[in-house]
């Protein structure tokens, strides 16, 4: 068929004619099939490779980095998180409450610094308190945390008792600010917070509401945690360790009314004693007027038994154990003799001694040179913590030991001794549990050493044992 006929009848039937150069028939050899580009395959499969590598070192990079910011042993947490807080939060009280509000924090979301090195907690340094076998025998203080907000944060620590407090009936604002005062060449602070609480009932929801949440998170109610049916501490909801709840007056407490002070501390442990291992009874704080005259023997005795009294009806099957917290600066034989004589009447289980200090002689013992700014820090009216407390605390130990055993008593009923003051390291701890201490507490030592004090406490022990 010649081409023109061709194109006619394409004509005819509306259909256009194909250009021959663009006419597969023209050029089979031509006819378009998709290329296959093998070097774009090569390269997005190293592309995808390239992709996952770096993610797996990314993902690699941020639990190593994790890992080592929430180790307590972690170089940061002793060289640069304390002295940086100090140098970017001036005021002592600032630093503390965010050092609070970030343990609180991080606690919340999981990135909270906890002990890692399970050996630290060997058998060579468990200890029999109050019939629980603590895990170790070192705790942190009352003070720093006064609102019972983070215990779960501070046993993560690796403490073997954490005490919370003091907890007064009502709120109350403590004394005006600025009261707390550093002085960091000796690793001192003086402090005049006036016992600032946000009140019993404030606490007792607060650590309520801890123990629900622990109790569905196991699988089981509230009674039979309550009840010992659970199978851990009452208070610190941990094997191994205990929770000590510190109680006091209020300031505007009549300091002369016996019975209004009783009051204060009946009501403190009315609310509390229900979530506590131990309740603390401070009488020894220098900052509430009137309260160091409460451990004069017969007033001491009688505030203490009703307190005993008052644990002794608390709706649990065991009740709380009852301390109170003593001066160290009512050293004297007979002072020291009424305190002894007013444990023993009341039925009190044991003694925490002691506190802060009112006295300034004999804290600079390597003869620093204090700045202009700390010498005025060091006369500053409050109660002085630090590492220059340790030979009293030490001395107090001992004397307290050995009053406390000369007094007749029954069968297992040896009253236990908690020790406070100066304590920063894993020698002086094992000092003060040598002298008759069952624990040994820290709180200046923790706020300049960093959250790895307690563990490295506990490694310094175990070495030396």
């Known amino acids: 068929m010649s081409a023109s006929l061709l194109r006619s009848r394409l004509a005819a039937t509306g259909l256009k004619s194909v250009p021959r150069s663009t006419c597969p028939s023209q050029n089979p050899l031509k006819t378009s099939v998709p290329r296959r580009y093998n070097s774009s ?74 002990e890692r090195d399970a050996t630290v907690d060997s058998p060579s340094l468990s200890a029999s308190v109050f019939e629980h076998q603590l895990a170790n025998p070192i705790g942190i203080s009352a003070g720093l945390d006064k609102d019972g907000e983070i215990p779960d944060a501070l046993f993560a620590l690796g403490a073997g008792v954490v005490e919370v407090g003091g907890c007064t009936p009502l709120p109350q604002e403590g004394n005006p600010k600025p009261r707390v005062f550093r002085v960091p060449i000796l690793d001192g602070m003086v402090n005049r917070y006036g016992l600032n609480s946000k009140g019993a009932d404030d606490m007792a929801i607060r650590l309520r509401d801890r123990l629900r949440r622990f109790a569905r998170s196991i699988g089981v109610t509230e009674e039979e945690i309550i009840s010992g049916e659970a199978g851990v501490p009452v208070g610190s909801l941990k094997p191994g360790r205990i929770l000590a709840v510190q109680i006091a007056k209020n300031k505007e407490t009549n300091e002369k009314d016996e019975q209004a002070i009783a009051a204060d501390y009946v009501y403190c442990t009315r609310r509390l004693a229900r979530y506590a291992d131990v309740l603390v009874v401070n009488v020894s704080s220098p900052n509430t007027p009137g309260l160091r005259d409460l451990q004069a023997t017969e007033p001491l005795t009688r505030l203490l038994a009703a307190v005993v009294d008052e644990a002794s009806q608390t709706d649990r099957k065991v ?100 020790a406070t003051g100066g304590i920063t390291n894993g020698e002086q701890a094992l000092k003060v549990l040598n002298a008759g201490a069952s624990v040994a507490m820290v709180y200046t030592g923790l706020v300049y050493g960093g959250v790895g004090t307690i563990t490295r406490m506990k490694k310094e022990m175990h070495e030396a044992l």
Do not use: C
């Not at 997005?44 to 770096?54: E, H, I, N, R």
């Not at 002295?83 to 999981?110: C, F, I, M, N, Q």
């Open 41 to 114: 395959s090569a390269g997005s499969s190293s592309s995808g490779f390239k992709v996952a590598a770096y993610s797996s070192a990314l993902a690699a990079a941020l639990y190593v980095s994790y890992y080592y910011a929430t180790d307590t042993r972690a170089f940061v947490h002793r060289y640069v998180v304390p002295p940086l807080l100090r140098t970017v939060v001036p005021d002592a009280e600032d630093a503390h409450h965010l050092g609070v509000s970030a343990l609180k924090l991080l606690y919340e979301v999981g990135l909270n610094p906890r």
């Open 319 to 418: 009740r709380p154990k009852v301390m109170v917290k003593v001066s160290p600066d009512e050293d004297e034989d007979s002072q020291m003799e009424g305190i002894v004589q007013a444990v023993q009447k009341s039925g009190v289980d044991g003694i925490i001694v002691g506190n802060t200090t009112k006295r300034r002689t004999g804290l600079n013992p390597k003869g620093a040179k204090l700045s202009i700014r700390e010498q005025k820090a060091l006369m500053e009216t409050g109660g002085y913590s630090g590492p220059a407390m340790f030979d009293r605390t030490l001395d107090l130990v001992g004397r307290y030991r050995k009053l406390l055993d000369s007094q007749p008593v029954g069968k297992g009923e040896q009253k236990v001794l908690f």
